[in-house]
């Protein structure tokens, strides 16, 4: 079989979720190495407010981003499972029907997010010197949610089937074009944050491509027009399994729209500093992302097997490399991230110096209780695995409850860096449920 499937039902659990997992690390490096540049040469051309203007618009992008991400990450539960158990006609059929409904939950959402633009800038109090631009970079990214749909979906099934290496060709060949583009886009034509947008639609674009590709050289998921057939069954069990996965990312979403709220009201240095730190925050979860995807697969390759004991090791064993990676992740912030946040800035000295303060004390923080975080993931992702998204879906719950709770409150007895404190909050609390829950649900089995 072509296409470096992976099957993670035998050998060394550790090792397996490990090599399996660095190949999505250097993916997810290459993809916040282009977001970030993005911010940069938005940051350092265009200017502060721009930055802001981009900033304003982050949680509103993660949230539609995060409504088909997490039905393409539920969809491949059952790609995953079906592989690990063998039944061939099964996973073809899985196949098929997440393209149905992944093309049917990209039209939809495309267009309520257009119409929902301004609106939704304008609910969050966005900064009016800089709405104009923040309009302008939303409507472009949004134009790409057939593009982000095509590729999330496209990924999910390769990283289902043991795939990392191809998720992670396909992050550098968009990382190399969107760096490009932004430097002909914005530095060499002068389009701004027009500029910055249509590089990323462009460049995941071709990403999309790259995974398409490759899965058409994979016999197993090689997919014809009966397999396309409508079975009710399978529908409303995708559906099970990626509504909830889309709707906690709704919810954690509309949590951080509560706490992009609050920034905004704190003028546009502050929403520059917050956007600053924020564009590191994918560098400090990239690799808690790459155990997640490892464990989500592993566990469910494993399940559909019916090794229980070997789900238990090799969650144990991603629990210790995620508590480590964790560890050296948060130090070379803790040392260098006011260094990596002054590439961000530019303009005003005195200013320059006011965001990056701001910045690196979100940072700093951010980075002190990344242990968190990362265990939030192994714990999700374990569930995921599983087959169960209502829990990690209530966990969403819970973080939109404590972001919100401390985004609201804090700042009223700490001033402004208590909003600070709201993301740290809903890790925790998320986590902790988790935890539980997961030797919960490992003890049933």
């Known amino acids: 079989m072509s296409g470096n499937v992976k099957n993670m039902t035998s050998g060394s659990p550790g090792k397996l979720i490990l090599f399996f997992a660095l190949p999505l690390m250097a993916g997810n490096v290459f993809q916040q190495f282009y977001t970030m540049v993005d911010a940069m040469v938005v940051g350092q051309i ?7 203007a981009v900033g304003a618009a982050d949680w509103i992008i993660w949230m539609v981003q995060g ?15 079906n592989y690990g158990a063998g039944k061939a006609k ?6 098929a029907g997440s393209y149905t409904l992944m093309a049917v939950i990209a039209v939809a959402v495309l267009a309520v997010s257009q119409v929902g633009a301004v609106p939704l800038l304008t609910f969050l109090n966005t900064p009016s010197d800089v709405m104009d631009m923040s309009v302008t970079y939303i409507r472009i990214i949004f134009c790409g949610i057939p593009v982000i749909a095509a590729y999330n979906t496209f990924a999910s099934i390769l990283r289902a089937l043991g795939n990392g290496r191809s998720p992670l060709i396909a992050m550098i060949v968009a990382a190399v074009i969107n760096v490009g583009l932004d430097l002909l886009f914005v530095a060499g034509f002068g389009w701004g944050v027009a500029g910055a947008a249509g590089a990323t639609v462009i460049a995941q674009g071709f990403s999309a ?3 398409f590709m490759v899965l058409r050289k ?5 997919i014809s027009r009966e397999d396309f057939q409508m079975e009710t069954g399978l529908f409303a069990q995708l559906a099970g399994l990626g509504a909830p996965l889309a709707f906690q990312n709704i919810i954690i979403s509309v949590g951080g729209l509560v706490v992009q709220y609050v920034v905004n009201g704190y003028g546009f240095l502050f929403v520059a500093g917050f956007t600053a730190a924020n564009k590191l925050y994918g560098v400090l979860e990239l690799a808690a992302i790459s155990y997640g995807y490892a464990i989500t697969t592993y566990v469910g390759q494993n399940l559909g097997a019916g090794n229980i004991p070997r789900i238990k090791a090799g969650v144990k064993s991603g629990g210790v490399m995620a508590v480590f990676t964790a560890l050296v992740i948060g130090l070379v912030m803790i040392i260098g991230g006011r260094a990596i946040l002054s590439l961000f800035v530019s303009g005003d000295p005195r200013e320059a110096e006011q965001v990056l303060d701001i910045a690196y004390h979100y940072l700093f923080l951010m980075a002190v209780f990344l242990v968190v975080l990362y265990l939030l993931y192994v714990f999700r992702s374990a569930i995921q695995g599983l087959g169960n998204t209502v829990i990690p879906m209530a ?45 919960w649900l490992i003890r049933k089995y």
Request: net charge positive; hydrophobic share 55%; charged share 10%.
């Open 67 to 81: 409504i088909v991400s997490g039905g393409a990450q539920g969809f491949s539960i059952l790609t995953s499972q």
């Open 218 to 222: 994979i016999e197993a998921v090689r």
């Open 209 to 211: 491509l790259y995974c």
């Open 395 to 439: 966990s969403g719950i819970v973080e939109f409850f404590m972001r919100v709770g401390a985004a609201m409150v804090l700042p009223l007895f700490i001033g402004q860096t208590g909003i600070f404190y709201a993301e740290i909050s809903a890790w925790s609390g998320a986590a902790l449920l988790l935890a539980v829950s997961y030797f």
């Open 46 to 52: 265009v200017g502060v407010k721009a930055l802001a």
């Open 90 to 95: 099964e996973l073809r059929r899985t196949v």
